[in-house]
């Protein structure tokens, strides 16, 4: 029922020797969120590069950060649409663009290679 349920065993957890274990659980949400928001936005924007065939993937980094800053406020209103989006949409979108399109592509490549032997 709780947003962050491992948060809030931080704060009701009491050990001797340690009190505030919810500041060290968001310490380390906290560096993770960033270093998996990261390594998503380098491949983003290799990949893009690669797609349009652009010869430095940083030409594409301001504008496709300006782009996804202003799609989060828009598409992402408050946490009950993202509640509502996630328990009514996620399930078929992330089987679609998670299972669904790699394999069409996995398929294709196969076929591809069989083709050119």
């Known amino acids: 029922m709780q947003l962050y349920p491992s948060y809030m065993l931080g704060q009701t957890l009491q050990l001797s ?3 505030h274990i919810e500041v060290v659980i968001a310490i380390i949400w906290f560096i993770s969120l960033f270093f998996k928001v990261v390594i998503c936005f380098f ?3 290799q990949g893009l590069s690669e797609l349009l065939k652009v010869q ?18 828009l598409f992402i209103s408050n946490n009950t649409y993202l ?3 996630i328990s ?3 399930i078929s979108y992330s089987i679609t ?6 394999l069409c592509l996995l398929i294709l490549s196969w076929g591809r290679s069989k083709l050119r032997n």
């Open 17 to 19: 020797f340690f009190n």
């Open 43 to 45: 491949v983003l924007t």
């Open 56 to 73: 430095e993937y940083r030409v594409l980094t301001f504008p496709l950060g300006m782009l996804i800053f202003v799609c989060s406020i």
């Open 83 to 85: 509640g509502n989006f």
């Open 88 to 90: 009514s949409t996620w």
């Open 97 to 102: 663009y998670g299972f669904l399109f790699p």
